[in-house]
């Protein structure tokens, strides 16, 4: 069959990685994909948001199946669009409908869906212009931290922690005043929880899911959680303070309670769910959810993954996973991310990139790259993600984090960090 892998990142080219070893998979398109994903199918330079242009190259193409790897395109619609276009009805589209893209589109929505269906999160309210006054007022007097959210989708960048009720208050301000354009037009005020985090993932056909692997990322980028938050500097899969019984907990206080939920609401949600957790004690809630995988949690996910991706998105496309039996690999996966010098600030691109040929133990799933002249370049902040799977923790963080500095370019950064404070 013919695929089609919407995105970019790090997470699309380990799901190319993946599907391209599936035998089910006789022709893979990137669009627009990276350096690293034209080793696994062609690259087709194309916005995915772009819906018509998406539908050009489906029907020119004979797609069969199509994989949506961000959520912009999801949150945007893309799902529905395929669905009510004669010419594209018949072709599966992994990734939910815009409805139920809105549980990541809209952190308000979120909230409510959680406290309507009594699912484990933090005390919150929302306020827009409308409500200032009554949000300042409420800032005054709420426990520090505290936690401001913009509603819509900010690029990973709008949810602040803050100390003191003047600074909330001033920020509070500065979102419904466009700080993060028409994201922060209402702003999610939410208690702070002190606990440890944790990423979970499910496929769902609507009616039933499978539970893929854990893991637990690392957002600050400096050693020891220290400085700026990223999208993501690393990865471990599993997490050792993830025990059967707490996820056995998660699956039944969060993950059931979900699906449930969506099926009540009448949600049709086909696709992954992310369900970003945060333990306290030892109790799991949910910070918040995303309609797709998460990056660089993929890169540690699916490499534990030994099922045939591309037969796994199909049982979903076709509302079987119900008795989907996915086989997971015992083994330890580490993901170290190399970025660009200034990231997450300031940084430069079209730095040419050497030495992954010198990995060892290690695959490198391309993320912020471009293929200029044969020369692979760097082409975002997040430029790499090297992904190493061992028998243990230690060993995988070990050569993850030897291969990592193997690569080189100019203004490469690299936490050495990664997974060391689960030893």
Known sequence: MTILLLGSGGRECAFAWKMSQSSLCSKLFIAPGNAGTGSYGTNVKLNPNDF???????LKEGIN????????????????????????????????????????????????FMDRHGI?????????????????????????????????????KGVLIIEN??????????????K???AGSTVVIEEFLTGI????????????????????????????????????????SPVPFADDAFLAKIKDTIIQPTIDGLLKDGIDYTGFIFFGLIKVGDEPYVIEYNCRMGDPETESVIPRIENDLVELFMACADKKLASYQ?????????????????????????????????????LAFHAGTSLEGGVVKTNGGR????????????????AATADAARIYFDGKYFREDIGFDLM
Do not use: C
């Open 197 to 236: 985090e944790l990423s979970v993932f499910v496929l769902s056909d609507g009616e039933n899911y499978v539970i893929l692997p854990e893991a637990k990322d690392y957002k600050r980028i400096g050693q020891g959680d220290t400085g700026l938050n990223t999208g993501g500097m690393g990865s471990v």
């Open 326 to 362: 996915l086989d997971i690999s015992t083994k330890n996966a580490a993901t170290v991310m190399i970025v660009a010098g200034g990231y997450p600030g300031d940084y430069e691109k079209g730095k040419a990139i050497s030495g992954i040929e010198n990995m060892r133990s290690s």
């Open 383 to 398: 430029v790499l993600a090297v992904t190493s799977i061992q028998n243990t923790q230690f060993e995988a963080l070990q």
């Open 180 to 182: 993060f354009g028409n």
């Open 65 to 112: 199946l199509v994989v949506v790897g961000p959520e912009e395109p999801l949150v945007n619609g893309i799902h529905d669009f395929f669905v009510n276009d004669e010419t594209l009805a018949h072709i599966p589209v992994i990734g939910p409908k815009k409805e139920g893209a809105v549980l990541e589109g809209s952190k308000d929505f979120s909230k409510q």
């Open 120 to 156: 484990p999160t933090a005390k919150s309210k929302s306020f827009s212009n409308a409500n200032l006054a009554e949000g300042l007022a409420y800032l005054q007097n709420h426990a520090m931290p505290v936690v401001l959210k913009a509603d819509g989708l900010a690029a990973g």
């Open 52 to 58: 018509e242009a998406v539908k050009a190259l489906v």
């Open 165 to 178: 009720p003047i600074e909330a208050q001033e920020e509070l301000k500065l979102m419904l005043g466009g």
